[in-house]
T-cell receptor, first 114, second 115 residues
Framework: KNQVEQSPQSLIILEGKNCTLQCNYTVSPFSNLRWYKQDTGRGPVSLTI?????NTKSNGRYTATLDADTKQSSLHITASQLSDSASYICVVSDRGSTLGRLYFGRGTQLTVWP | EADIYQTPRYLVIGTGKKITLECSQTMGHDKMYWYQQDPGMELHLIHY???????EKGDLSSESTVSRIRTEHFPLTLESARPSHTSQYLC??????????????FGSGTQLSVL
């Protein structure tokens, strides 16, 4: 069964600290993996996409990694800010075509305290 | 900032009422989607469209219906709302991509509460 599991379910950190969010998937075949950020009361916004051949990709203070062999991805947030408080959702696509299906994780709820 | 808009943001209605959730995008995207999201749960696809006059049911069974008469407009209708329909409804669109690496652009959602 194709699944996307995220951990931890929730996380509280102090402003300025780093954190890492995990995403494990069993989706096959694999096309790509996206991380989305969803602020409270808003729709998700794409942070980054990882394809099969990519190991690491950065977007400002966000760095995503992908290990296609172990089917794991992580999102590392550096020097956290209060505005990083949000739900971070991992989404995996199962094929590289318009017929591709998306599998959503339940998200990690991150809270950054001052 | 995505140019996709949903109205209303919040809706509280009584059981049995007919409602329409509006979704419009100004990006000219052919593909549009409706997702249902409950707290702490993953998004579930309930409807999608690949273009004008194209609508398909998604993975999650839903009593709602959709229409796509214009590219920019993708409304969702519930003929008779029930408390089990209480949820957040998210509309999205995606830009063309033959590689499957499509990025979804989401609206801010409609939080529906049926009493």
């Amino acid at each position: 069964k194709n699944q996307v599991e995220q951990s931890p379910q929730s996380l509280i950190i102090l402003e300025g600290k780093n954190c890492t969010l995990q995403c494990n998937y069993t989706v096959s075949p694999f096309s790509n993996l996206r991380w989305y950020k969803q602020d409270t009361g808003r729709g998700p916004v794409s942070l980054t996409i990882m394809t099969f051949s990519e190991n690491t990709k950065s977007n400002g203070r966000y760095t995503a990694t992908l290990d296609a062999d172990t089917k794991q991805s992580s999102l590392h947030i550096t020097a956290s800010q209060l505005s990083d408080s949000a739900s971070y959702i991992c989404v995996v696509s199962d094929r590289g075509s318009t017929l591709g299906r998306l599998y959503f994780g339940r998200g990690t709820q991150l809270t950054v305290w001052p | 900032e995505a140019d996709i808009y949903q109205t209303p943001r919040y809706l509280v209605i009584g059981t049995g009422k007919k409602i329409t959730l509006e979704c419009s995008q100004t990006m000219g995207h052919d593909k549009m989607y409706w997702y249902q999201q409950d707290p702490g749960m993953e998004l579930h696809l309930i409807h999608y469209s690949y273009g004008v006059n194209s609508t398909e049911k998604g993975d999650l069974s839903s009593e709602s219906t959709v229409s796509r008469i214009r590219t920019e407009h993708f409304p969702l209708t519930l003929e008779s709302a029930r408390p089990s329909h209480t949820s957040q409804y998210l509309c999205a669109s995606s830009e063309p991509s033959g590689t499957g690496n499509e990025k979804l652009f989401f609206g801010s959602g409609t939080q529906l509460s049926v009493l």
